[in-house]
Each structure stands twice: as structure tokens, then as C-alpha cells.
């Protein structure tokens, strides 16, 4: 039976040697290399042929976006023929759905079962999606309850919400459209956008508003 060739990402070389012994036990995978940085993994595939990639959906060093929307997109652009399962501590559903639209193999838990790794990663080399239903997926993360969304925040769009994100992290709006490669004024529409749809009407009450709402833990 042919192995699965895969390689492993993520930007904490503790996270990304524990991944790496515990998977290279498994006869049906080949683990071909591990990486901390996103130009050591497009470095790697340019000269590689691969199966399965596990990343990290943060990645903050990254060269090509910190970001970690852009950077899923990215390689799902450039080596659409890579099944990509992404590894992450992210429970937001709108997130997590994004990543699907995306069209990524899987979104895991970093505290689900191993057993739901080594089955997105299993499904992923067949061409399958492995999707655990968003209500497991909050629920894997055991400092936090699982809460129902308020049905406002459900109606924004996954580019207004990437918005959001990198606006409570304390990115300005230039800052923001440099990193998204997107104009000033279209990030300053998108913000207002999602203000309007949250019911807010300033900075303060939309920080607040994120905050309680627990939108981006």
C-alpha cells in the first residue's frame, strides 16, 4: 500500500517535533519534513511532490501573510492538487467555515483526539473532506463553553470578518489593507459594513462588542 506523503507546519518547534514522532509511527504515512517558517514549506514543494499538508492556521512569521486566512488561500492557490488539513486552536464557526469555503480538506482541533487528526489526514489523501460538525469543534476546546453565535454576527461576510479580526488585534486600517492587499478605503467599507450589521456605531462599542461576544478566541 502506498505510504501518504506528508509534511507538517507549524511555528512552534515543540508542537511541530511532538506532531512529527507521533505520526511517523503510523505505517500508512511518510512524513517528509516539518517546518517552522512558510518559505521553508514553498521552498520544500517546489522541489517535492506531496499528498497531505498539516498546517497551522496562525502562522505570524510567515514571509508570504501572517494572516491566516490569506495564507490557507495562498496555498490552496498554488498547489491545488496538495489536500490541505489545517491544524488549529481556532473555534470561531465563521472561521472554520471560511477555511471550508477555501476548500480545505479538514479543519482539526488541536485538542481533538488524535484519532480525528489521523482521519482528516487519511480522507484527505483519498480527495475526501473530513468536516467534524462546528458544535464538536468548539466543544474540543476545553477553557471555553460552547455558545450559540448571535444571529447578527452570522451575517457577516467572511471578508468583513477577516477584518474585524485584525482590527481588534489592534491593526489600524492602513495596516490592514497593506496585509490583505486590499485599498484603504475598501477595508474602511468593509469595517463600517460589519459595524452596521453588528449594531454598533463606534471603535469602543465594537471592541466590546467582539470581546463579549468571544468572536475571535
Given at each position: 500500500m502506498k505510504k501518504l506523503r506528508l509534511v507538517l507546519v507549524d511555528d512552534h518547534?515543540?508542537?511541530l517535533?511532538?506532531?512529527?514522532?507521533?505520526?511517523?509511527q503510523l505505517t500508512s504515512l511518510e512524513i517528509l519534513g516539518g517546518f517552522t517558517h512558510d518559505s521553508e514549506l514553498l521552498t520544500f514543494l517546489?522541489?517535492?511532490e506531496v499528498d497531505v499538508i498539516v498546517t497551522d492556521y496562525m502562522m505570524p512569521n510567515n514571509t508570504h501573510s501572517s494572516d491566516g486566512q490569506n495564507y490557507i488561500r495562498f496555498l490552496r492557490r498554488q498547489y491545488p492538487q496538495i489536500a490541505l488539513v489545517v491544524l488549529t486552536m481556532v473555534s470561531n464557526p465563521m472561521i472554520i467555515q471560511s477555511l471550508y469555503d477555501a476548500e480545505v480538506s479538514a479543519v482539526v482541533s488541536k485538542e481533538a483526539p488524535l484519532a480525528d487528526l489521523i482521519k482528516a489526514i487519511t480522507l484527505a489523501g483519498q480527495g475526501r473532506q473530513y468536516r467534524l460538525p462546528v458544535t464538536d469543534m468548539v466543544m474540543t476546546v476545553k477553557s471555553r463553553n460552547a455558545v450559540t453565535l448571535p444571529e447578527k454576527v452570522k451575517t457577516l461576510s467572511p471578508r468583513e470578518l477577516e477584518v474585524l479580526r485584525l482590527f481588534i488585534q489592534g491593526k489600524s486600517i492602513?495596516?490592514?489593507?497593506?496585509?490583505?492587499n486590499r485599498?484603504?478605503?475598501?477595508i474602511s467599507l468593509q469595517k463600517n459594513a460589519a459595524m452596521r450589521k453588528l449594531g454598533v456605531d463606534n471603535n469602543q462599542a465594537l471592541v466590546s462588542y467582539c470581546v463579549t461576544n468571544r468572536l475571535f478566541d
Amino acid at each position: 500500500m502506498k505510504k501518504l506523503r506528508l509534511v507538517l507546519v507549524d511555528d512552534h518547534p515543540i508542537v511541530l517535533s511532538g506532531l512529527k514522532e507521533t505520526l511517523s509511527q503510523l505505517t500508512s504515512l511518510e512524513i517528509l519534513g516539518g517546518f517552522t517558517h512558510d518559505s521553508e514549506l514553498l521552498t520544500f514543494l517546489k522541489k517535492n511532490e506531496v499528498d497531505v499538508i498539516v498546517t497551522d492556521y496562525m502562522m505570524p512569521n510567515n514571509t508570504h501573510s501572517s494572516d491566516g486566512q490569506n495564507y490557507i488561500r495562498f496555498l490552496r492557490r498554488q498547489y491545488p492538487q496538495i489536500a490541505l488539513v489545517v491544524l488549529t486552536m481556532v473555534s470561531n464557526p465563521m472561521i472554520i467555515q471560511s477555511l471550508y469555503d477555501a476548500e480545505v480538506s479538514a479543519v482539526v482541533s488541536k485538542e481533538a483526539p488524535l484519532a480525528d487528526l489521523i482521519k482528516a489526514i487519511t480522507l484527505a489523501g483519498q480527495g475526501r473532506q473530513y468536516r467534524l460538525p462546528v458544535t464538536d469543534m468548539v466543544m474540543t476546546v476545553k477553557s471555553r463553553n460552547a455558545v450559540t453565535l448571535p444571529e447578527k454576527v452570522k451575517t457577516l461576510s467572511p471578508r468583513e470578518l477577516e477584518v474585524l479580526r485584525l482590527f481588534i488585534q489592534g491593526k489600524s486600517i492602513v495596516d490592514i489593507a497593506k496585509l490583505l492587499n486590499r485599498s484603504d478605503k475598501t477595508i474602511s467599507l468593509q469595517k463600517n459594513a460589519a459595524m452596521r450589521k453588528l449594531g454598533v456605531d463606534n471603535n469602543q462599542a465594537l471592541v466590546s462588542y467582539c470581546v463579549t461576544n468571544r468572536l475571535f478566541d
